[in-house]
């Protein structure tokens, strides 16, 4: 019998993707990620709570499962909270969930998947693992609304061999009906929406308060570099905002870019926000490395519609230009690349 380890998180997907694999015959394995202390109060807009971790045990008790907590508090602070504090520092905006489940999930996870002696671990993430010739490949899950291959672009050919995603072939409310029908606790539970470390969104004053530090006030510029207002510390701003500025400029004005060593953040129309081309550094081949350009689809951000481009790689980059101009392109985000349903690769925007 093959053995699974099950990344449970609290919540319905994770819940069902164990009760999928101990119908397929797996001989399965709860294990939840401590990755911070949880809030004093629940917070259903959170996840990796104290009540996430019971309501994950629960799930497990109810289908026979051993169930394991495991401790990686200090290793989500070095990869995942010291990173995202880095990237907005530095005039970025990153994505925390993309190296949670890169540094986290699919890398301390996965060696202890190895030490229990398991075949294989298992998550709740709406997508696919295909083998192909000797080849793994990432797809997207059937549900356009849940697809989250997205975040899962990091993933190395020994990981994918590894991994099952159970839910790939189900829409969210079809998950939801299973876990009614099998009366998990976890049925009706919310998704958790923002950052788990910060659940009251203000990610500005998380990184104050984590780092003990105060960013000074600068100076809202328009494009020209004549002044429009003063900003309250330039980790507050990101690429393409609008609200929340303060600034009476008689028509709609967004941030288009920060300048760190003036300590200025620049704002302009609409208009100005579109570009048709970026670098992304850190770039992972899903598929082997092509040598010259391809025509694929890309999307830098999670919720967007994939648009057409073209690819170039160069050493550990890439160069994407889209065939029409693209909103918001953002340093510190993920592009990722599609041919259909297939991942290609992606890597984080310079």
Aim: glycine share 10%.
């Amino acid at each position: 019998m093959k053995k699974a380890i099950i990344a449970m998180s609290g919540g319905v997907d994770s819940g069902v993707a164990a009760f999928l694999m101990k119908e397929k015959g797996y001989d399965c394995i709860g294990a939840t990620m401590k990755l911070h202390d949880s809030p004093l109060v629940y917070d259903e807009k959170s996840c990796c709570t104290a009540e996430d971790i019971e309501d994950a045990r629960s799930v497990a008790s109810k289908l026979g499962m051993p169930y394991y907590v495991f401790n990686f508090k200090d290793e989500f602070d070095k990869k995942v909270i010291s990173k995202f504090i880095d990237t907005y520092e530095k005039g970025g905006t990153p994505n925390p969930c993309i190296d949670c489940n890169r540094y986290l999930k699919f890398e301390q996870l996965m060696t202890r998947m190895n030490e229990l002696g398991c075949d294989c671990i298992v998550t709740g993430h709406y997508a696919f693992v295909e083998e192909k010739d000797g080849r793994f490949y990432l797809k997207k899950g059937i549900d356009p609304k849940k697809d989250q291959s997205y975040v899962l672009y990091s993933l190395t050919q020994e990981q994918l061999s590894h991994i099952i995603f159970p839910l790939g072939d189900y829409t969210k409310d079809e998950i939801r009906e299973i876990a009614k029908r099998e009366e998990l606790v976890v049925a009706n539970k919310r998704e958790s929406q923002d950052i788990c470390f910060v659940p009251d969104g203000d990610y500005a004053a998380f990184i104050e308060g984590y780092t003990n530090k105060k960013y000074p006030a600068g100076s809202f510029v328009d494009l020209n570099g004549n002044v429009l207002g003063e900003h309250g510390g330039i980790i507050k701003y990101t690429i393409g905002q609008r609200k929340g500025l303060g600034v009476a400029a008689g028509k709609p004005v967004y941030v288009i870019k920060k300048d760190l060593e003036k300590n200025e953040v620049i704002l302009g129309s609409n208009e100005d926000l579109f570009t048709k081309e970026l670098t992304a550094d850190d770039f992972n081949w899903i598929i082997e490395k092509p040598a010259g350009e391809i025509k694929c689809k890309a999307k830098t951000r999670y919720n967007m519609t994939e648009q057409p481009c073209t690819v170039r790689a160069e050493g550990d980059s890439v160069k994407v230009t889209f065939d029409a101009p693209q909103r918001a392109i953002t340093s510190g985000q993920a592009v990722v690349l599609y041919d259909g349903d297939y991942v290609l690769g992606g890597g984080t925007i310079i």
